[in-house]
C-alpha cells in the first residue's frame, strides 16, 4: 500500500503568493479603469465649439440640466453625475474650503474646456486654481464639486448634507 505524497510545502506558497498577486492586479486595472472612464472622480472629455466630431457620444456638453421633484432644475456633469456647492466657500474669492477629509467626499469638478447646454449662461462658469495646484470649475463663483455618497448619475444624496452642501440649480441658486 503506497501513501499518497505529501503536498511541496514551496509549491502551495508559490500558488498561494500568486493568487494574491493576480487579486491585486486585478483590483489595480479595475480601479484604474473606473477612475479613468469617466465614470469615477476625473476630468471628463469635453468638446469645444469647432472641433471635429467623431461620434455622436462626443456631442454632451460638459454641464447640462437636470430635474428632480424635490429640488427643480440642477446641473450635472456631462454623464448626469450631481454638482454640488458648499456655503463654507466664499464665492468670488478664488479659493475652495474643502481640502483633506472634506475633499475625500466632496471631489471638486473641473472640465478643462467647458461646453454647456443650451439655457446654461456659460459666462457664468469660471476655473480657479486650488492650493495643490489643481483646478476646479465654478459656477456663479462657487467651486463645484461631486459627492462620493452619491452612487448613479442623477442621485442627490447630498443635498443638505451638514446643512452647508447643496445641488447647484438653475436658474437661481438656492442653497439653505
Do not use: H
Not at 106 to 111: D, G, L, N, R
Not at 139 to 154: I, R, T
Not at 164 to 171: G, H, K, N
Amino acid at each position: 500500500m503506497e501513501l499518497p505524497e505529501t503536498p511541496n510545502y514551496n509549491k502551495i506558497m508559490l500558488m498561494s503568493f500568486s493568487v494574491v498577486v493576480v487579486a491585486v492586479v486585478v483590483l489595480w486595472v479595475y480601479a484604474f479603469a473606473w477612475t479613468s472612464s469617466g465614470t469615477g472622480y476625473s476630468q471628463y472629455r469635453t468638446i469645444t465649439i469647432g472641433q471635429n466630431i467623431s461620434s455622436p457620444a462626443q456631442l454632451s456638453p460638459a454641464v447640462s440640466i437636470a430635474y428632480n421633484t424635490t429640488v427643480g432644475s440642477y446641473l450635472v456633469n456631462s454623464t448626469g453625475w450631481t454638482l454640488y456647492l458648499y456655503t463654507n466657500d466664499k464665492p468670488n474669492s478664488g479659493t475652495s474650503a474643502c481640502y483633506g477629509i472634506c475633499a475625500t467626499f466632496w471631489k471638486p469638478f473641473y472640465a478643462a474646456s467647458l461646453t454647456v447646454q443650451s439655457g446654461i449662461n456659460a459666462s457664468a462658469f469660471g476655473t480657479i486654481t486650488r492650493t495643490d495646484g489643481s483646478k476646479q470649475t465654478t459656477y456663479m463663483g462657487w467651486p463645484l464639486y461631486y459627492y462620493l455618497g452619491d452612487k448613479a448619475a442623477g442621485e442627490i444624496s447630498g443635498q443638505g448634507s451638514d446643512g452647508s452642501w447643496f445641488v447647484v440649480t438653475v436658474p437661481t441658486l438656492r442653497y439653505t
